[in-house]
T-cell receptor, first 115, second 114 residues
Framework: GAGVSQTPSNKVTEKGKYVELRCDPISGHTALYWYRQSLGQGPEFLIYFQGTGAADDSGLPNDRFFAVRPEGSVSTLKIQRTERGDSAVYLCASSLDSRGTGELFFGEGSRLTVL | AQSVTQLGSHVSVSEGALVLLRCNYS??????LFWYVQYPNQGLQLLLK??????LVKGINGFEAEFKKSETSFHLTKPSAHMSDAAEYFC????????????FGRGTSLIVHP
């Protein structure tokens, strides 16, 4: 398919462990966003990439969270020393338009559960 | 800073009845406004958007929304609900304070009764 692909779809880990979540955006989309969605809440912004660089990482909650996009396509969200409060669905979206007028195309999300 | 308020976490309607989902925004500049829908076990998808021009915008599946600057609102409507409209609906705003990153509301779950 040509949509945004996120892996894994589900991840269960223990408190203190390291986790990586992967996002494969639509081909040609230069803008890539990570959001986090907790139960009963809307998507909460984490970080935005334009090409390879993180143009805005103001939503990352603390320094345990980090994301990369080394070749301007696939992105990985990395969470160190996971905590139970990190449990949520992590959403990735991509867009052709970096000026905010365009549609964001979302993946189905990676559900993270920290025990 | 920009923000979005969606009134009502759940809205329940009968099939064939009017659907009205409320969204109010806060923005220091003319905003870009969006409605997204999330069906169970699927990713969010765009229903409609307002950027400039006509304030009444039409989207997919018979939905429409009207940008009312004086009321800072962007309510979503559909004249006649269908069972397949049952989903989570999110309002979003961007283009405020120099940021083009969409800020989402908490969402409204639409329940459609036969």
């Amino acid at each position: 398919g040509a949509g945004v692909s996120q892996t894994p779809s589900n991840k269960v880990t223990e408190k203190g462990k390291y986790v990586e979540l992967r996002c494969d955006p639509i081909s040609g989309h230069t803008a890539l966003y990570w959001y986090r969605q907790s139960l009963g809440q809307g998507p909460e912004f984490l970080i935005y990439f334009q090409g390879t660089g993180a143009a805005d990482d103001s939503g990352l909650p603390n320094d345990r969270f980090f994301a990369v996009r080394p070749e301007g396509s696939v992105s990985t969200l990395k969470i160190q020393r996971t905590e139970r409060g990190d449990s949520a669905v992590y959403l990735c979206a991509s867009s052709l338009d970096s000026r905010g007028t365009g549609e964001l195309f979302f993946g189905e999300g990676s559900r993270l559960t920290v025990l | 800073a920009q923000s979005v308020t969606q009134l009502g976490s759940h809205v329940s309607v009968s099939e064939g009845a009017l659907v009205l989902l409320r969204c109010n925004y806060s923005s220091s500049v003319p905003p870009y406004l969006f409605w997204y829908v999330q069906y169970p076990n699927q990713g969010l998808q765009l229903l409609l958007k307002y950027t400039t021009g006509a304030t009444l915008v039409k989207g997919i599946n018979g939905f429409e929304a009207e940008f009312k600057k004086s009321e800072t609102s962007f309510h979503l409507t559909k004249p006649s609900a269908h069972m397949s409209d049952a989903a989570e609906y999110f309002c979003a705003v961007s283009r405020s304070g120099g940021s083009y990153i969409p800020t989402f509301g908490r969402g409204t779950s639409l329940i459609v009764h036969p």
